[in-house]
């Protein structure tokens, strides 16, 4: 077992590079909306039981398969209303399921990055050659359903194995967000390949706040705009990334929607923000900021 | 089947305690202690820098903020991971900002995944304090007493081959001990300690090796129990501190002696991007109150021993 993912160095948080975004941006704003299907029978996996009740467990089911018949539609709408681009976690097996939901998606110009094949098919225990083989099937589904190159990747329910970011890189994956260690993107040591961190969130994740946190909508706002603002703020010194990650079961509730779009607002009411997408930040970091930060990191960090 | 006869038999059963670490001890009758000054509220902000390795044992009980994901946690390693590279250093510039000081309740592997952190810890002018060897090693009675007196050694050893005897320090991981923990720790050359969140005031501790001064550290207004494990708004917290504070100025208005405000935080969790201006807010209210001594636990321990008959 190992005690550390042992993928990054240590980067403390003062006298970094700067980083730079396009037109003098002080923070890198993009939104992961998760577009999942999770499996009303799926098969077992050791390590997690991919529901908590009986097999069909239909509370967990159909509660998840709203986002995809009413929350995903009504967040899509509400992003175009704020001209914000998404880019999609996607389970590509929506591709073959729910071929509307992509190309609404290619309409609206948003990228499509893999979150593995579905949400109740996890890595834990898999083969590097069947993480593979998942990873090209990604690859060759999502080129089909878009004509878009597969850049970004997060593993379905953060269920990555020891070796995964190893063989993304490998596959010639761009960035991976399965590590939430930073708020700027960071180099990785993989054995082979170039793969980056970008930061994702788990602090300002619907999944997390609405489900685990008991937090009201009220309370994401204020939550989602803080977490701005102080990105916003450090982003003077050094260009800072937020993502907002979302999930339409969650935040396309007739609840919750107006939570969205009081955040985009607070946002979009600003001038020095980066609307990007993943692979926009990732190439960016990479062509203009990552020599810079494996530099330092060699130097020790002074 | 039913309970032994000597079920009902208390042998500890007297005034007092159920054990010789001290004596009971009423606080308001506490002899009054003066603060530099004449500050009512010395300030400690103890800051838990915690390592928490991924392939960490999950028994007896997993330490809060424990993997609490199937192995590999990344979700949970570099959530913590975090605090150590970007939350601690919002907390610095936050409390350098206002000129308070702080304790980093550091564990001993930090000096090892963390040797820069140190530098910056020593540079702010914090007080490093030794929380164990990781939050993988919690001392509880299940841990042979060999193998705790080595973790501690090598704790000790680890942090004080980078900051000498500044380490004088013990915090016990997750707030937990084995009968043992403290005669050990006094063994080890530690002074202060603050596994034991039992009183508003530092008191004196015995054990086999020397009395150490039992520092005040609440595992309950702390924002890792509040904001993590009670899901409770970060204004919550800031606002339960402002509160303990006033009531504790309060007091020491009222008889005289100096009182302690201990603010436990967590750089994964108040170094957060969202809360961390609900931190400054928050010193920055207490601050404004005046009668304030920003001290390090080590300065507060040694000004309280110094007063003792």
Known sequence: ?302 | MTLPPDYVEYPHRKRGMDHDRYPYRILPRAAPVAWPGGARVALWVAVHAGHFPMDMPLKPFIAPGGMERPYPSYWDFTQRDYGNRIGIYRLMKAMQARGVKGTALLSGAAAREYPVMMDDIAAAGWEPACAGLDMGHLHHGGVAEADERAWIAEAAHLLRGRFGDAVTGWHSPAHSESAHTPDLVAGAGFTWTSGWGNDDMPYAFATSAGTLTAMPLSQDLADQRMLFQQNMATEEFTTAILAAHATLDAEAQATGSGRILTVPVTPWVMGQPHRIRAFGAMLDGILARGGVWSATGAEIAATWRAQQP
């Not at chain 1, 996996?45 to 929350?71: F, I, Q, T």
């Open chain 1, 1 to 302: 077992m190992l005690s550390n993912p042992g993928h990054y160095d240590h980067m403390p948080y003062r006298r970094r590079p700067k980083i730079a975004w396009p037109n003098g941006a002080r923070i890198a704003v993009w939104l992961a909306p998760n577009i999942e299907h999770y499996e009303l029978n799926p098969p077992p996996n050791a390590r997690r039981n991919p529901w908590p009740r009986p097999l069909p467990d239909v509370a967990g089911y159909s509660w998840r398969d709203h986002g995809n018949r009413a929350g995903f539609w009504r967040m899509a709408d509400t992003m175009a209303k704020y001209g914000v681009r998404g880019s999609v976690s996607l389970n590509v097996a929506v591709c073959d399921h729910f071929p509307e939901i992509i190309e609404r998606c290619c309409e609206l110009d948003w990228e499509l990055f893999s979150h593995g094949t579905y949400n109740t098919r996890y890595f834990y225990g898999m083969s590097e050659d069947m993480q593979r083989e998942l990873i090209r099937d990604s690859r060759e589904t999502i080129l089909r359903a878009s004509g878009q190159r597969l850049d970004g990747w997060l593993t379905p329910a953060l269920s990555n194995d020891e070796t995964t970011q190893h063989v993304l890189a490998e596959e010639g994956i761009l960035y991976t967000l399965d590590m939430t260690h930073d708020d700027q993107p960071t180099p990785l040591n993989t054995r082979a390949g170039r793969l980056v961190s970008i930061p994702y969130s788990l602090e300002v994740n619907d999944v997390p706040l609405f489900v685990s946190r008991n937090t009201s909508a009220d309370r994401y706002v204020a939550i989602c705009n803080a977490q701005f603002d102080q990105l916003y703020e450090e982003g003077a010194e050094s260009g800072t990334v937020l993502c907002l990650p979302l999930h339409p079961y969650l935040i396309g509730q007739p609840h919750r929607i107006a939570a969205l779009d009081a955040v985009l607002a607070h946002i979009t009411s600003h001038d020095k923000v980066w609307l990007a997408t993943g692979r926009e930040i990732a190439q960016h970091y990479i062509d203009h900021h990552l020599a810079d930060h494996q530099s330092w990191i060699a130097e020790g960090t002074p």
